[in-house]
């Protein structure tokens, strides 16, 4: 079991430009969560997907979206990058939306220029 | 809105000593995990406590949780070197499995 995946591990960007990140949640898990995690912060809730819809999100502007495919995959889009989107983005998968389990992935590092 | 505070936030210990981090939250749950962060890396799973009175131990640290006082503790014993991270205590919804994080306690152990 290869757990949780992230992609990419670092990219940089420029501000203005839109960018997107990849997770693949633990085997025979459907939720996926996403967490942005500001450099010496606690991460902070954006989002959580499950049956390929946004059931929660945290306070997040609406630049920040996401998607959940079939194999509940996950990807997070971040559109007109600013600065402050400057962080490490992780992801989390459970085995349901109830469940207290929590994996967390490697992350992916983000930084705006 | 749930709030979970941490403390201390820095916390610089001898090797060989005890100390204790707090983690207290503001609304009912009974899901409380601690994690270990290392610079630069994701977030490592140490305990996951589920119900009042919980206590959890591995290796030097001891986890334990009150969920009356809204109050988790994560203990540490006789610390060594590698045990210098950042830990953090989160909250999950207690029908769901969204976490809210406090802000982490900057742990550094000198010989």
């Known amino acids: 079991d290869a757990g949780v995946t992230q992609s990419p591990t670092h990219l940089i960007k420029t501000r203005g430009q839109q960018v997107t990140l990849r997770c693949s949640p633990k085997?025979?898990?459907?939720?996926v969560s996403w967490y942005q995690q500001a450099l010496g912060q606690g991460p902070q809730f954006i989002f959580q997907?499950?049956?390929?819809?946004?059931?929660q999100r945290g306070n997040f502007p609406d630049r920040f979206s996401g998607h959940q495919f079939p194999n509940y995959s996950s990807e997070l889009n971040v559109n007109a990058l600013l600065l402050g989107d400057s962080a490490l983005y992780l992801c989390?998968?459970?085995?349901?939306?109830?469940?207290?389990?929590?994996?967390f992935g490697p992350g992916t590092r983000l930084t705006v220029t | 809105e749930l709030k979970v505070e941490q403390n201390p936030l820095f916390l610089s210990m001898q090797e060989g000593k005890n100390y204790t981090i707090y983690c207290n939250y503001s609304?009912?749950?009974?899901?409380l995990y601690w994690y270990r962060q290392d610079p630069g890396k994701s977030l490592e799973s140490l305990f996951v406590?589920?119900?009042?009175?919980a206590v959890k131990q591995e290796g030097r640290l001891m986890a334990s949780l009150d969920t009356k006082a809204r109050l988790s503790t994560l203990h540490i014993t006789a610390a060594v070197h590698d045990l210098s991270a950042t830990y953090f205590c989160?909250?999950?919804?207690?029908?769901?499995?969204?976490?809210?994080f406090g802000e982490g306690t900057q742990l550094t152990v000198n010989p």
């Open positions: 989390a998968s459970s085995p349901s939306h109830t469940s207290y389990e929590q994996y």
């Open positions: 085997s025979g898990h459907d939720t």
């Open positions: 997907y499950y049956e390929e819809e946004e059931r």
């Open positions: 609304t009912t749950s009974d899901r």
């Open positions: 406590l589920l119900s009042n009175g």
């Open positions: 989160a909250v999950g919804e207690t029908s769901g499995s969204r976490l809210t």
